[in-house]
T-cell receptor, first 116, second 109 residues
Framework: GAGVSQSPRYKVAKRGQDVALRCDPI?????LFWYQQALGQGPEFLTY????????KSGLPSDRFFAERPEGSVSTLKIQRTQQEDSAVYLC??????????????FGPGTRLTVL | AQRVTQPEKLLSVFKGAPVELKCNYS??????LFWYVQYSRQRLQLLLR??SRESIKGFTADLNKGETSFHLKKPFAQEEDSAMYYC???????????FGAGTILRVKS
């Protein structure tokens, strides 16, 4: 079946613009994660949803970052008033469910955001 | 706080040579440890996790709680193993992954 998909794959924004990044998880996956990967670094956690509930947003770097998953499937990560330091690859991952032990996360191809 | 350290940015070996990608972690509880791999132009994918105790593509990794390490090993490297490898940790009942900075493995012919 289809894996996790993300759109757009590339986004160039002028500093100060708002952007919206979309993630389509694997059908039926309950958990959804967003990560930010700066150049030369490993992915860093941003936020986590279980169905439509945002259970952890401790990794969001500022109040300019906002994520939602209103119907428990597709998720959108929005960044307001983009800054150059927001330039990174944004990865989405989904997993089937949260049991007593962490479930395998399946990653999308990422959205490369460049802020000029 | 949880932390994962991969001390080598680049590891270059010849085909057929043994490979060991190092990973050390800091976490006071009982973590779940993972190795993820990203081949050229492909997405990040799970290679193995310690709880499965299985060998994938000839790679194995043993969790050493005394040394807080989870090194990835393969006895004979293949050219198709060339990729970026990330070690990651999750709390025992957690969900988010904490990644290391990654190690590029280059297998030369």
């Amino acid at each position: 079946g289809a894996g996790v998909s993300q759109s757009p794959r590339y986004k160039v924004a002028k500093r100060g613009q708002d952007v919206a990044l979309r993630c389509d998880p694997i059908s039926g996956h309950v958990s959804l994660f967003w990560y930010q990967q700066a150049l030369g670094q490993g992915p860093e956690f941003l936020t986590y949803f279980q169905n439509e509930a945002q259970l952890d947003k401790s990794g969001l770097p500022s109040d300019r970052f906002f994520a939602e998953r209103p119907e428990g499937s597709v998720s959108t990560l929005k960044i307001q008033r983009t800054q150059q330091e927001d330039s990174a690859v944004y990865l989405c991952a989904s997993s089937l469910f949260q049991t007593r032990r962490p479930d395998t996360q399946y990653f999308g191809p990422g959205t490369r955001l460049t802020v000029l | 706080a949880q932390r994962v350290t991969q001390p080598e940015k680049l590891l270059s070996v010849f085909k057929g040579a043994p490979v060991e990608l190092k990973c050390n972690y800091s976490y006071s509880g009982s973590p779940e440890l993972f190795w993820y791999v990203q081949y050229s132009r492909q997405r990040l994918q799970l290679l193995l996790r310690h709880i499965s105790r299985e060998s994938i593509k000839g790679f194995t990794a043993d969790l050493n709680k005394g040394e807080t390490s989870f090194h990835l090993k393969k006895p004979f490297a293949q050219e198709e193993d060339s990729a970026m490898y990330y070690c990651a940790l999750s709390r025992e009942y957690g969900n988010k992954l904490v990644f290391g900075a990654g190690t590029i493995l280059r297998v030369k012919s």
